[in-house]
């Protein structure tokens, strides 16, 4: 099989999985293609999204395995059937075992909504707002054995206004993904992505 393909991991809403999957049919994604999302919750929007858009999906109930490693194993058949580069998360809320971390390693990566490693784990938005910083964001990181620990490849900074809610900020936090994931994907397609020890490097195209 030929191109870059990726597979796209979400729980929920999908926003990030529908830009990257309209950036791929509008010719921004650096030629990559959506060819999969995997969805822990086959109730979740984001599965709706994908049948509209026509991409296939792997969907599982993680109740039904005796253990992560069993779905993770299934998963990651799926993946080397689809001959998938690049594995990205968007939104995926669960923690990942060796059987996909250590198989993509350096093909696997996620994105946060704050400023890494500032906040990390769930409610990254509401934890930001709490603490009361005057500037949050966007990090887009490889993926490894930690909770948001890998090495970031790019970041977004946002100022928070002054009254600012935490849906309004959530809105200029998606806004701000929606943007910068599809970008991130493309620079993986094209190779311009270099990852030395926690360092990665962004090559001029
Ligand atoms: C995003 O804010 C992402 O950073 C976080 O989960 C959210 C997913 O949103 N990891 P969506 O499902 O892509 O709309």
């Given at each position: 099989m030929s191109g870059y393909r990726i597979a796209v991991f979400a729980s929920g809403t999908g926003g990030n999985f529908q830009a990257l999957a309209e950036a791929?049919?509008?010719?921004?994604?650096?030629?990559?293609?959506?060819?999969?999302l995997v969805?822990?919750?086959?109730?979740?929007?984001?599965?709706?999204?994908?049948?509209?858009?026509?991409?296939?999906?792997?969907?599982?109930?993680?109740?039904?395995?005796g253990s992560r490693e069993e779905y993770e194993a299934e998963i990651v058949a799926k993946l080397e059937?689809?001959?998938?580069?690049?594995?990205?998360?968007?939104?995926?809320?669960?923690?990942?075992?060796?059987?996909?971390?250590?198989k993509y390693a350096g093909r696997l990566i996620n994105i946060h909504?704050?400023?890494?490693?500032?906040?990390?784990?769930?409610?990254?938005?509401?934890?930001?707002?709490?603490?009361?910083?005057?500037?949050?964001?966007?990090?887009?990181?490889?993926?490894?054995?930690?909770?948001?620990?890998?090495?970031?490849?790019?970041?977004r900074a946002i100022e928070v206004a002054e009254h600012e809610t935490e849906e309004s900020f959530a809105q200029a936090v998606h806004a701000v993904e929606q943007e910068l994931y599809p970008q991130v994907v493309a620079l993986f397609a094209q190779g311009r992505v270099k990852l030395e020890g926690r360092k990665v490097t962004l090559l001029k195209g």
């Amino acid at each position: 099989m030929s191109g870059y393909r990726i597979a796209v991991f979400a729980s929920g809403t999908g926003g990030n999985f529908q830009a990257l999957a309209e950036a791929a049919a509008e010719g921004r994604l650096g030629g990559a293609t959506v060819e999969l999302l995997v969805c822990d919750k086959p109730a979740a929007p984001v599965v709706g999204r994908a049948e509209r858009l026509g991409i296939p999906a792997h969907l599982f109930v993680p109740k039904q395995y005796g253990s992560r490693e069993e779905y993770e194993a299934e998963i990651v058949a799926k993946l080397e059937e689809l001959d998938i580069d690049l594995v990205v998360l968007a939104g995926y809320m669960r923690l990942l075992t060796s059987v996909i971390v250590d198989k993509y390693a350096g093909r696997l990566i996620n994105i946060h909504p704050s400023l890494l490693p500032a906040f990390p784990g769930t409610n990254a938005i509401g934890q930001a707002l709490d603490y009361g910083v005057k500037l949050s964001g966007v990090t887009v990181h490889f993926v490894d054995g930690g909770m948001d620990t890998g090495p970031i490849i790019a970041q977004r900074a946002i100022e928070v206004a002054e009254h600012e809610t935490e849906e309004s900020f959530a809105q200029a936090v998606h806004a701000v993904e929606q943007e910068l994931y599809p970008q991130v994907v493309a620079l993986f397609a094209q190779g311009r992505v270099k990852l030395e020890g926690r360092k990665v490097t962004l090559l001029k195209g």
